[in-house]
RNA sequence: GCGCCUGUAGCUCAGCUGGAUAGAGCAACGGACUUCUAAUCCGUAGGCCGCAGGUUCGAAUCCUGCCAGGCGCGCCA
């Protein structure tokens, strides 16, 4: 592929300082990186070089600067380029200089901004895996709306991504699920049960019970003894709430590679292998843990127990892998099924958790450290709690009392494209106050309507075109230098920004940058549509206006496909 | 008590890992549709960037200490 002329620019620029700086270790030469100015005096592009190179070459930074410009060969599309302030170089471009990138965008179409590497590093990205004992909330909305944009974003700049899920289908919550079930399957038929404390009240359970007792017969589960019945219910439970969450998964768009059960990782004795290898490593040791902190433990009593010494890996304290009657913790299978991913081939691993379990984090990067030798892994991105409002006004929600709002719900109401959207506006590290009243509004309260506003409209003016038999002029026929308005030059730089934010986003995982931009570039685009007037007499300003749609309608398109938000050609 | 996240305009948030005069949207005020979609645009007003120190040519950004909010801290997942 050709050098973009900000790399060009950007090169030209770096061979000068590399000159300059021949004698000291190349690892410490700076890079020359360029920036747009927030100011339009302050050119097209900005570059600081000179200041660091000041300390370097024990110069000032303005005389540093001019020894850079007496030397630099320039692309002919720039036009000049000065001295401001400490020791900027401020560069001015041509008029209509960068334009042909236009003819780029379209050439590339779907294309653009994507990165062509066929041997990108594979990356193992584990989101939602919500619990199968209910449906999901709007938390587990954002962070699967939030990982699946990423995947669609990191597989754009490169990166191999598996999408999995991973289902806590073992540990006594199933239990309490089957035990929920059972209570109400009898009450169902007729008999008086009381509902315990600790059971899932949801309504969703009579449901599932009412499922169940469609298909099997009452009086075979009852002949079954305790456990092999709840063993049994455990499981039909778990499937008829993976299905139901399957499905609302599929409502907003969202596709897994794969689902991971824990169960299986127990049945295949991965976990107890886990163990087995930790003890011959000395790993484990027999010791008592201290009290927690924190909150008044009243029915502490200090047992001994086997511990995993996580500490000497970088965690606060060790952690034990059974529990007392001997089954396997959660961590324990946890640690068996990041192993295991590491077994079918990723050395690189993202997940992506609730702010809820942040304190989870270091232990489990302990246990990888000591299980593989690999640093920070996986690496955990935590997803901040949602507010759920109303007009303001927040619900009261409570899994107790079974009066909390499910994520189809939300869904049904405010519609895939706004939650998808929304959830998308924000970094992932802030707190999330999402109100259905403005997410449902088709005003300009509403991002998503902006965004997809300006597309639909970009389809109304080619459609006019279209109408009036408008022929669209062969791309490299179509005179792009006559583009010079101040509108189209923003337009424009908007869309040359399209890669480099890409590729920001990818590497920082900041897919709520894609969003952020998309809003910048409809604005632009709606400012340039009122000033410019694109269905004209001037059959050539016409064309290149025409180019200049087409290509940001591609942009607003490729944005909006990655964070899995349609782009409307009507509204 | 300890750990993680957050604190920027009245509200909701950006601020491109240290750069030039801190930006958007909403709300407020004033304008723009006989012309390609007004779900739009243009303008005005609004700021001790939580507080206090420090690092340096330069700090909303980095360091330290406070303050406030959220999340978490037994073999629950």
């Known amino acids: 592929m050709k050098l973009s002329l900000k790399d060009s620019i950007s090169q030209a620029l770096q061979d000068v300082v590399n000159a300059l700086l021949a004698e000291v270790d190349a690892t410490k030469i700076p890079a020359v990186v360029l920036t747009r100015p927030k100011q339009k005096e302050h050119g097209d592009y900005a570059v600081n070089i000179a200041m660091p190179l000041a300390g370097l070459l024990k110069q000032n930074p303005r005389q540093v600067a001019e020894t850079i410009l007496a030397k630099v060969q320039f692309p002919d599309a720039v036009d000049s380029a000065d001295i401001a302030g400490p020791g900027f170089i401020n560069i001015k471009l041509k008029a209509g200089g960068e334009t042909d990138i236009l003819k780029d965008i379209m050439q590339m179409a779907e294309s653009y901004g994507r990165l062509d590497n066929n041997n990108g590093e594979a990356v193992n990205l584990e989101f939602v895996s919500a619990n199968p004992t209910g449906p999901m909330h709007v938390g587990h909305g954002r962070g699967a709306v939030v990982g699946d944009a990423l995947a669609n974003l990191m597989n754009a700049r490169g990166y191999k991504v598996h999408k999995e899920y991973y289902i806590n289908d073992a540990g006594s919550q199933i239990g309490v699920l089957a035990n929920s079930v059972w209570l109400r399957m009898q009450e169902l038929q007729g008999i008086k049960i009381t509902f315990p404390e600790g059971a899932y009240p949801g309504d969703y ?19 079954l003894d305790d456990v092999s019945r709840l063993q049994q219910l455990g ?12 499905s609302d998964l599929t409502d907003i768009g969202i596709e897994f590679d794969q689902y991971f059960s824990e169960k299986t990782l127990h049945e295949s004795n991965k976990v107890t292998q886990l163990i087995e290898k930790l003890e011959a490593d000395d790993l484990i040791y027999t010791g008592t843990l201290p009290p927690p902190k924190g909150k008044e433990v009243v029915d502490y009593n200090p047992v001994k127990q086997r511990l995993f010494r996580t500490t000497d890996f970088g965690d606060d304290v060790d952690r034990p892998l059974q529990k007392q009657d001997g089954t396997a913790t959660y961590f324990a299978a946890d640690i068996a099924y990041h192993a295991d991913k590491f077994e079918r081939g990723f050395k690189h691993m993202i997940d992506i958790w609730g702010a809820d379990h942040g304190g989870y984090i270091t232990r489990v990067q302990a246990a990888m450290k000591a299980l593989t030798g690999l640093e920070k892994q996986p690496e955990v991105l935590l997803v901040q709690m949602v507010n759920l409002t109303r007009d303001g006004v927040p619900f009261k929600m409570s899994k107790r009392a079974g009066t909390f709002v499910t994520l189809s719900e939300v869904v049904e109401e405010v519609g895939k494209d706004a939650v998808r959207f929304n959830f998308m506006t924000r970094r992932i590290e802030s707190q999330f106050d999402f109100d259905l009243e403005a997410a449902k509004a088709k005003d300009a309260e509403n991002p998503v309507y902006y965004v997809q506003y300006a597309h639909a409209r970009i389809h109304a003016v080619l459609r006019k075109a279209e109408a009036e038999n408008i022929r669209l002029t062969d791309i490299k026929d179509i005179d792009t230098s006559l583009l010079t308005s101040d509108e189209a030059s923003k337009l424009i730089k908007m869309l040359i920004a399209y890669p480099d934010m890409l590729d920001t986003a990818a590497n920082r995982r900041e897919p709520y940058r894609i969003a952020t931009y998309i809003m910048q570039l409809a604005a632009a685009f709606h400012s340039f549509y009122h000033k410019n007037r694109v269905i004209m007499d001037d059959e050539a300003l016409m064309q290149a206006r025409l180019l200049l749609l087409r290509a940001t309608a591609q942009v607003i398109k490729n944005a909006l496909t990655l964070l899995g938000v349609s782009a409307p050609e009507s509204m």
Not at 205 to 223: H, T, W
Not at 235 to 246: D, G, K, S
């Open 235 to 246: 499981e039909l439970a778990v499937n008829a709430n993976m299905a139901m969450i399957r």
């Open 205 to 223: 359970i009579i449901e599932i019970a009412k499922e169940i007792l469609a298909s099997q017969d009452f009086a075979s589960f009852e002949a």
